[in-house]
């Protein structure tokens, strides 16, 4: 192996510039959701594969990597699937283990197991890579991090308004106001108040998937979907109306959160006119009334809020309010919603829980496509002692450490390398003060201190340059 | 699978409890490694297969745990191992990813493949889950985290002085000066040389197992080992005199770090007249006596440093200094040394590195025994708005995000639940202050705050309250 190693397709390292942007973002958002009283907790990477297989359906479970067992595995491989060389069929005898690939279905086997510890309602965060064998392409990793928050045993909206209110937090802190996004809501009985309005519920399912895809195939490829299904004509139109992407309850672009409401409240009053008569249609409406209302009374700092009817987030285990967060050109930065039953397949029915997700991945890419990084000052080195040599180095040692016991990250060139090679360190590392000690500073006690983003020189005792660095 | 639901043999869930007191772990080393000027860097859980294989051994390619490749792995696996039901010789072919077991090999295979990126020398921090197929028992885990600092591309024993610092930083901090631990050191050259000495350097090896067997077998157990590798009982004897394991250099309890850098500058002298011919041996002694020189001038806040020629580590890849830190009665709880040519298997020659491990789990442990851990504070909610009804609720809301706003960790029970469980969800959350807003209150504008730990109650407006928090 002297071939130039490699990684897996899929994953990456990060380098010291790229883990301190990544921890500037974790750091964001932990900060906000410790904030409002979440928990962190932490899963293994590993779980059974028994615990992952069939909760998020077939094409879930391809996404799964799953861990060869250890020692002699074929002992107890599948005889049957072996021969047939079926490896479908035999991935369960050979692989009792599998990695995480997503951090939701670990928390709702978390709460199962540990729910007499546990005082609910629960509100916990979890930051954690996690693994799915998707086809890498820009933006899409094997290996990615998942921001988490969930509130698991209460039906309150108040939980939703929270949420709400963590988006609008975490982006305004992140995108300093120099950045427009928008979060999308909607809920789930909306949607189906709107096919049962229609009376089209058998199909629910088939027709969410095609709304979704709305944004790829347009109006045209939606109504191709629907008649395909058999649907009339007329109920496709009403359907395409009532959800506002044909000309009835068409959305009006406004540019103040005043006006966004106003509209959102228009909107769902239009909507409970159409399908106030049904169960579901009505109960969502009136959630997200209260949502809405509690967030124009609290008021939002930089989130653009906007009522979608189309908004379905694929089929996954929505119930309730759903959330999707969006930057121009960008994939979705931020999703959720109310679930009702994730615990269910563990043996614990009827607990509700609400949560988000950031994709710390793609807000990454945003933040460096829009330069809105800081400049990470104090977190690396601070101060380089130059090495001239033994004497001078017997000398300065005692002063890095003065340094280093006053919190200030510093070092010293280790060997009595050439004065270039040392100054060129200082520079790749972006380290700001370089400190110069030959006999006259050490006959006066005064160091010669060169700030490297300027350039100047001056003198300065320890001390001084303590105070200097903590200052900074 | 209604069945309770489990995680696998060996690996752990961490409560919010848990995960307040390893952030604690975890943020005091990486504030140490920082103000010493390392760069923290990441790399992927999984690595190629051929990237780990090989590089610590057979022991040590039996505890890799494997990822089966996605889709249909069987149309690939090698033929011959699947017909002969060879479990070691399939692998190969059905899994080309792995889980890393440490973070030093996928650290060499980072250097290399970044060398042009990187300015030598480097000094990075990786703190990251690492997993190993072991047999799982108490203190040992399959899942567990170890916090890497290495600098690679400098042969200056300051670097050493460095990390020796390190240990003395992070557990003076940890320990708070109530717990002795002891840093024992030793250099593979030494024992080169004391070996060499007798005349038995082909034995090398063998010999540094028996002896690194020392604390389990004793004495006798040794020379039991040394006679059956045909070892005459006179070199024995004096194999066991050099490395001060029996009479002659016999190490001496002293209490003060004065004295003990006095023992070890002697031990020294006496191994130099005994081994000073050996070229191996004199330059190890050299190695040593500049770190205990330097370590001496700079002082140690709470370490006790002790030179032990038995120290070996394993046969490892370890070719000059040797660091194992020990507290009484627990496993070793940090470790490292340094090694020439890590990243020799990847391409890149000569390039000389040395590095310590803390490793978090069992400092976890033994802070836990030792009942070190500061209270968290501010970590959990600090406030909680007790819910009395909407009209209350609503009253509250501002408030709560006023105090958000002040960054104060807060929230609003989220149900017009009884009293009583109210109060029990903020005593077991842990929860400082609890906020009472009925009518009276809220024509006062004085929010009734309880006191969870002292009991006691008073009026405070919003403003009061923020202040008493912030000076929490």
Known sequence: MSNKPSIPKGTRDFSPIEMARRNYIFDTIKKVYKKYGFQQIETPAMENLNTLVGTGGDESDKLIFKILNSGDYLAKADEKALQEKNSNGLTKSIAEKALHYDLTVPFARYVVQNQNDITFPFRRFQIQPVWRADRPQKGRYREFYQCDADIIGSDSLLNEVDLIKIIDDVFTELFQGKLNYTVSINNRKILQGIVESVGEQDKFEQIVVAIDKYDKIGLEG??????????????????????????????????????????????????????????????????????????????????????????????????????????????????????????????????????????????????????????????????????????????CLPLLFQLRDAGINSEIYPDNAKMQKQMKFANNKNINYVVMVGSDEMASGKLTVKNMLTGTQEALTISELIEKCMNL
Chains 1, 2 share one sequence.
């Open 222 to 395: 939606v109504f191709k979907e629907l008649k395909d299904m058999n649907i009339p004509e007329e109920n496709s139109l009403t359907l395409m109306d009532l959800l506002a992407i044909r000309e009835g309850g068409k959305i009006i672009e406004v540019n103040n959160n005043k006006d966004l409401f106003k509209l959102m409240f228009n909107q769902l009053g239009f909507l409970s006119q159409k399908i106030g008569n049904t169960i579901n249609g009505q109960k969502g409406i009136e959630e997200l009334e209260f949502v809405f209302e509690k967030l124009e009374k609290l008021g939002l700092k930089t989130a653009n809020v906007k009522f979608d009817p189309t908004l379905a987030r694929g089929l996954g285990y929505y119930t309730g309010t759903i959330i999707e967060v969006k930057v121009d050109n960008f994939p979705s930065i931020c999703g959720g919603g109310r679930y009702d039953d994730l615990t269910g397949k563990f043996g614990l029915k009827d607990v509700s829980g609400v949560g988000i997700s950031f994709g710390a991945d793609r807000i990454y890419d945003v933040l460096l496509d829009n330069n809105l990084y800081p400049k990470f000052e104090g977190d690396s080195t601070q101060v380089l002692f130059v090495n001239f040599g033994e004497k001078e180095q017997d000398y």
